[in-house]
């Protein structure tokens, strides 16, 4: 018979089964043509700031896939990666009326500070764009969607 040290020396050489950490949602891959966007939220904000570079701000953007909350991608986007998207739409659909986006109000002392009020207009702002371009029937399958829904910000 073993002895209880030899059994938990052996124990010690197995090694762990690996687990994967998820956060419940939907990765991006899992976006296609069958998709539905249901829902849109632009939520928190990081302000990124570096040794060499200005501060600016990251927004956390959730997108709810076919009506279900535990289905959904959440990007991250700066303010210029949606004007670029905005810009992408109006060449895309030049005949629509595409909604604009909140000013950048580049001289504000509110905007170089990031104000609580400041950045929560902007949040705002974002919204309301987000929700009518990303919930709009016509838009919902549109390459413009599609890329900007599955590219990922290289900064």
């Not at 990007?75 to 670029?84: G, W």
Request: charged fraction near 20%; aromatic fraction near 10%.
């Amino acid at each position: 018979m073993r002895q209880r040290g030899e059994s938990l020396t052996h124990l010690n050489t197995v090694a762990p089964v690996p687990i994967e950490l998820t956060d419940g949602t939907a990765s991006a891959s899992n976006f296609n043509e069958s998709s539905r966007i249901t829902d849109v939220l632009v939520g928190d904000y990081h302000i990124i700031s570096g040794e060499s570079a200005p501060q600016y701000v990251v927004w956390s953007i959730r997108i709810v896939l076919n009506g279900a909350s535990h289905s959904s991608i959440v990007l991250y986007k700066r303010y210029s990666d949606i004007e670029k998207f905005r810009t992408s739409l109006v060449e895309a659909f030049p005949k629509d009326s595409i909604p604009q986006l909140p000013p950048k109000d580049n001289f504000s002392l509110s905007r170089l500070w990031f104000s609580d009020a400041w950045l929560e207009t902007r949040r705002k702002g974002l919204q309301w764009f987000m929700t009518n371009v990303l919930l709009h029937p016509k838009y919902q399958h549109s390459p413009v969607i599609t890329q900007f829904v599955l590219e990922q910000t290289a900064r």
